[in-house]
């Protein structure tokens, strides 16, 4: 029988997962925190199939309810991450993207969590992203054209999308709830989600968005991070995961599951910072 895009897709999501668990879970491990998405589902598999001898030690802390439940489901330990003492870092964390560039910059938010996501991450001396072939691009703004999702406080969604359009969105909105479910998604922190479409975005930090050139990732995120009402941005961006341990919003290696059934890792390249 012939294999379905679909099918293809998730095969894909879970030989990334599995090669990721593999490569970066030590059974010394005891703190992993696990991210939000349909990839993630196969990082718990993956990580519940090592078993409790690997696993009875570890703690696994989630980016939000989807995660917690995934968690919870598959008999692994849960704890959150406001009971990590200050200065205590988790070992590694894992979880997907919705795009993700040649510099492992990243999109992250289409499934409405990324603001636990960030803290997370950035709370892990490693931060692996798994992915399926879909999410490899050169430039953020190429393959994930919904826009990039901002986590806002509803009473200033409307300035806010005012602010986006000044800096060059084209058509930014508040994301809807489901369908039948009239009004905005709300997130689990209670905010709004926002989605800004810009022109593709350049990596590096030159920014020349005032001579009519495009705005690169970290110069973008620089400014949207700044507008007052915006709790956090789906750009997961600034200095790559093998420069600073913990801290990092970029990962230390992405996963890609790739069509013809093998996994493509990609890595920054380990300049000094
Ligand atoms: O808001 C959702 C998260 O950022 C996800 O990690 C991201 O959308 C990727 O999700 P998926 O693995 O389902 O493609």
């Known amino acids: 029988m012939a294999t379905s895009s679909a099918q293809l897709v998730e095969t894909s999501k879970r030989l990334a997962?599995?090669?990721?668990?593999?490569?970066?879970?030590?059974?010394?491990?005891?703190?992993i925190g696990i991210g939000s998405g349909s990839t993630v589902v196969y990082v718990v598999e993956a990580i519940a199939a090592l078993g409790p001898v690997v696993t009875a030690s570890m703690t696994f802390y989630p980016t939000g309810a989807q995660s917690e439940e995934l968690i919870e489901a598959a008999g692994l330990n849960l704890q959150y991450i406001n009971k990590l003492a200050p200065g205590d870092q988790l070992d590694v964390a894992f979880d997907g993207a919705d795009?993700?560039?040649?510099?492992?910059?990243?999109?992250?938010?289409?499934?409405?969590?990324?603001?636990?996501?960030?803290?997370?991450?950035?709370?892990?001396?490693?931060?692996?992203?798994?992915?399926?072939?879909?999410?490899?691009?050169?430039?953020?703004?190429?393959?994930?054209t919904k826009g990039i999702p901002i986590e806002v406080l509803p009473m200033a969604a409307p300035r806010i999308l005012?602010?986006?359009?000044?800096?060059?969105?084209i058509n930014p909105k508040i994301r809807e709830g489901l369908p039948g479910k009239a009004g905005a998604i709300v997130t689990d922190?209670?905010?709004?989600?926002?989605?800004?479409?810009?022109?593709?975005?350049?990596?590096?930090?030159?920014?020349?968005?005032?001579?009519?050139?495009s705005w690169t990732v970290d110069a973008l995120a620089d400014r949207l991070i700044?507008?007052?009402?915006?709790?956090?941005?789906?750009?997961?961006?600034?200095?790559?995961?093998?420069?600073?341990?913990?801290?990092?919003?970029?990962?230390?290696?992405?996963?890609?599951?790739m069509a013809d059934g093998t996994v493509k890792i990609k890595t920054p390249p380990s300049t000094k910072a």
């Not at 922190?189 to 050139?213: H, Q, R, T, Y």
């Open 17 to 31: 997962a599995y090669q990721a668990v593999k490569d970066y879970l030590l059974p010394t491990y005891t703190r």
């Open 99 to 144: 795009e993700v560039d040649d510099d492992l910059n990243l999109i992250k938010g289409g499934g409405a969590c990324l603001w636990q996501e960030k803290i997370v991450a950035t709370a892990a001396k490693q931060f692996v992203c798994v992915a399926d072939f879909r999410k490899l691009s050169s430039q953020l703004g190429t393959s994930w």
């Open 162 to 169: 005012g602010e986006l359009k000044h800096l060059g969105s």
């Open 189 to 213: 922190n209670g905010m709004w989600i926002i989605d800004a479409p810009f022109p593709p975005l350049a990596s590096g930090k030159d920014c020349n968005v005032d001579e009519g050139g």
């Open 226 to 257: 700044k507008i007052p009402g915006v709790a956090e941005i789906g750009l997961f961006y600034g200095k790559n995961g093998l420069q600073v341990q913990s801290g990092a919003q970029k990962p230390v290696a992405a996963y890609f599951g």
